[in-house]
């Protein structure tokens, strides 16, 4: 059974920084592609960034030059690096495996206010 456990949300200012982790239970390249996504209150689960199995990252208009993935192979991790927070990045944030089906991680809150 394939297992997405998110860590490192939390309460920081605006301008402040967090590192996001996912750790799968199977090996990540089992997947295609692995996501970071987000909810609001009271909005629609968004795309943050989808990193392809060969490496390559799409992200968010709202989260280019501020967001970065990264990956640890050996730890089955990925990581979400969030420099420069706004309030407007306060969420839950789940990462995804996305293979022959979606897998979802339970979500970590995100917090960003003074």
């Known amino acids: 059974q394939v297992q997405l456990v998110e860590s490192g949300g939390g309460l920081v200012q605006p301008g402040g920084s967090l590192r996001l982790s996912c750790a799968v239970s199977v090996s990540f390249f089992s997947f295609r592609a692995m996501g970071w996504y987000r909810q609001a209150p009271g909005k629609q689960r968004e795309l943050v960034a989808t990193?392809?199995?060969?490496?390559?990252?799409n992200y968010a208009d709202s989260v280019k030059g501020r967001f970065t993935t990264s990956r640890d192979n050996a730890k089955n991790t990925v990581y979400l690096q969030m420099n420069s927070l706004k309030p407007e990045d306060t969420a839950v944030y789940y990462c995804?495996?996305?293979?022959?089906?979606?897998?979802w991680g339970q979500g970590t809150q995100v917090t960003v206010s003074s």
């Open positions: 990193t392809t199995i060969g490496g390559i990252t």
């Open positions: 995804n495996a996305q293979g022959v089906r979606v897998h």
